[in-house]
């Protein structure tokens, strides 16, 4: 029987808990994809005009890096000198084996503001694709950069891109704890909160403004709210007892928590304004690591009912829970995929820790991971992306990987501690 289940992430005791001040420590890693091939994406991005001169962020480089994170898309040489008012030599770039090409230019407007345009072009029909001009602060040239890979993504792929988004992340430097909010390549880190006592779970509201996590710094687990914004924090839960491991419901009115107050660790819903506390379980076991399926109507939790932690699904209002995983003795940190098609969990098989995804459909399930230290899948908002905090070479790393596991990029590698990522949803306030 565990310990604590309220903290059965593998990493998330008390002595263990993740976050990191966002400075020298920090080292960004080239990206290193493997395992695709010849079955990306070939795609040419010219080195946008003037860019070096009107910007200090590398428009052409950050959208480059995007699509080639992804694991869909594979970068051709693409030599300088086309931008978005060009007319391309079509036979070259079909020597260069393209199948889509971009350029464009960044121009610093008398306001200060960078004036960013490009053009799409399929190579193959030498025709445009799309093509759009925005103004932007300086300070916004890689949202700029990320918006522009989004809207490619989405033209040749057909389904939303994600490089806009954010990722938040609990770290450790020293006695501080910070709560970091980052682009979802892993730069543009801002620390949200710090603390000297431990912060864990961070979840993202789905309006994709406000961070729900665990704060002790009261000397006691409470669940506090924060709006990434103005940096305004508010206590939703300081019962009896523990309080952990919030979760938002999808239409974002309410969460799903852990509290011991009543006796034990049981799961109980709350309204987002704190009113309405109800409890969901009845057992008499440790429940926790909540999470809704996307369409709100069930509710997956870890469980030790069965004699060790497992995955469990019950109807939302509560009700009987069914057990979701049977391979393994240990199973934690439940994931559902947007589509309510995939579940990503960690499993325990002979001491290693690692990533597993579940097809719900078949029960199926396959590692997708060769590391042994993972924790806290989280699921891209497309649900093509998975990201997750490991140890790889003796060091902390945030990866993200496709759901078959064949293309996996480190975004964050640190000597620090780093924990608990969890990725923000399309919306972006």
Request: charged share 20%; proline share 6%; glycine share 10%.
């Amino acid at each position: 029987m565990l310990a604590s289940l309220a903290t059965v992430s593998r990493r998330r005791s008390l002595a263990a808990l993740a976050a990191l001040g966002v400075g020298p420590a920090l080292a960004q890693v080239r990206i290193d994809i493997a395992g695709y091939g010849g079955s990306r994406y070939p795609m040419a991005i010219v080195d946008f005009r003037d860019d070096a001169k009107a910007s200090t962020q590398p428009i052409a480089a950050i959208v480059r890096a995007d699509l080639e994170r992804s694991g869909l898309f594979r970068s051709v040489d693409a030599p300088p000198g086309l931008s978005e008012t060009s007319s391309p030599a079509w036979a070259e770039w079909k020597a260069r084996q393209a199948d889509a090409l971009v350029a464009g230019s960044v121009t610093r407007l008398a306001d200060g503001r960078l004036d960013i345009r490009f053009k799409l072009w399929d190579v193959a029909k030498g025709t445009e694709l799309v093509g759009q001009a925005q103004a932007v602060h300086p300070d916004d040239a890689r949202l700029a950069a990320h918006r522009i890979a989004d809207t490619i993504y989405e033209k040749l792929l057909g389904d939303k891109g994600v490089f806009a988004t954010r990722m938040a992340y609990v770290t450790k430097a020293g006695p501080r704890y910070s709560l970091v909010v980052a682009d979802a390549d892993g730069e543009g880190a801002k620390v949200a909160l710090t603390s000297p006592e431990p912060i864990i779970s961070p979840a993202w509201a789905p309006n994709g403004r406000e961070l729900a996590y665990v704060s002790f710094e009261s000397r006691k687990a409470t669940v506090r709210i924060q709006d990434v914004l103005t940096g305004g924090r508010r206590v939703l839960a300081d019962f009896k007892g523990t309080n952990s491991a919030p979760a938002w419901s999808p239409d974002g009115s309410q969460l799903v928590l852990s509290l011991s107050r009543e006796g034990g660790t049981q799961l109980f819903v709350i309204n987002r304004d704190g009113s309405g506390l109800r409890r969901l379980t009845q057992s008499g076991s440790i429940d926790t690591e909540a999470c809704y399926s996307p369409d709100g109507s069930k509710i997956y939790f870890v469980s030790d009912r069965g004699g060790g932690p497992q995955i469990y699904r019950m109807p939302a209002a509560g009700g009987s829970a069914e057990r979701v995983t049977f391979s393994g003795s240990y199973n934690i940190s439940p994931a559902v995929s947007p589509d309510g098609r995939t579940l990503a969990y960690i499993t325990r098989l002979n001491g290693a820790f690692r990533l597993t995804v579940m097809d719900l459909g078949t029960g199926q399930s396959q590692q997708i991971s060769e590391s042994s230290d993972d924790e806290s899948p989280a699921f891209a908002p497309n649900g093509k992306l998975i990201v997750y905090a490991t140890r790889a070479g003796g060091k902390e790393v945030l990866m993200t990987t496709t759901l078959d596991g064949k293309m996996k990029t480190p975004l964050l590698v640190t000597l620090v501690e780093v924990r608990e990522p969890t990725w923000g949803p399309f919306t972006r306030q």
